[in-house]
């Protein structure tokens, strides 16, 4: 006698019309539950040019970075033979004297590169000098060279 086996094939197919449902569904209630604000931005009042310099202004620390990234403190008084951070530390203890918290006034040309801005800020802050002002040239004169 034959016996025949029959194999049962069950037909594994994963239905993908309620998950594609689904998705859709979900992409609907984000669009229409989602708002799109503007997001507000930072106004920053900067400050004008003024020829009038004050008091504190003529009694500060004016640290110059021209264009190239070189410094000069006080106005090309004490123009600096490079541009190491050590240098710049040296040349401000100097120039702060007695003075234990001196106010610092950092004045960068436009083009100036960032690191150099960073670098000043870095030697008034190893050097505890916490009183800092900025100020922004359109054109600071090349710093010369001896």
């Given at each position: 006698?034959?016996?025949?086996?029959?194999?049962?094939?069950d037909?594994?197919?994963?239905?993908?019309?309620?998950?594609?449902?689904?998705?859709?569904?979900?992409?609907?209630?984000?669009?229409?539950?989602?708002?799109?604000?503007?997001?507000?931005?930072?106004?920053?009042?900067?400050?004008?040019?003024?020829?009038?310099?004050?008091?504190?202004?003529?009694?500060?620390?004016?640290?110059?970075?021209?264009?190239?990234?070189?410094?000069?403190?006080?106005?090309?008084?004490?123009?600096?033979?490079?541009?190491?951070?050590?240098?710049?530390?040296?040349?401000?203890?100097?120039?702060?004297?007695?003075?234990?918290?001196?106010?610092?006034?950092?004045?960068?040309?436009?083009?100036?590169?960032?690191?150099?801005?960073v670098?000043?800020?870095?030697a008034?802050?190893?050097?505890?000098?916490?009183?800092?002002?900025?100020?922004?040239?359109?054109?600071?004169?090349?710093?010369?060279?001896?």
């Amino acid at each position: 006698m034959k016996l025949r086996r029959y194999k049962i094939h069950d037909d594994f197919r994963v239905n993908l019309t309620p998950l594609i449902d689904t998705v859709f569904l979900l992409l609907i209630f984000f669009m229409m539950t989602t708002t799109f604000n503007r997001e507000t931005q930072l106004k920053i009042n900067l400050p004008e040019v003024n020829n009038e310099k004050s008091v504190e202004q003529q009694q500060s620390i004016r640290i110059i970075i021209d264009e190239h990234g070189e410094y000069a403190i006080n106005d090309f008084e004490h123009t600096l033979i490079n541009s190491k951070l050590d240098t710049l530390k040296l040349a401000l203890k100097k120039a702060a004297g007695e003075k234990t918290d001196p106010s610092l006034l950092i004045s960068a040309d436009k083009n100036a590169p960032h690191y150099a801005v960073v670098k000043a800020m870095e030697a008034a802050r190893d050097l505890g000098f916490m009183k800092l002002s900025f100020e922004a040239q359109q054109n600071v004169e090349a710093i010369p060279y001896p």
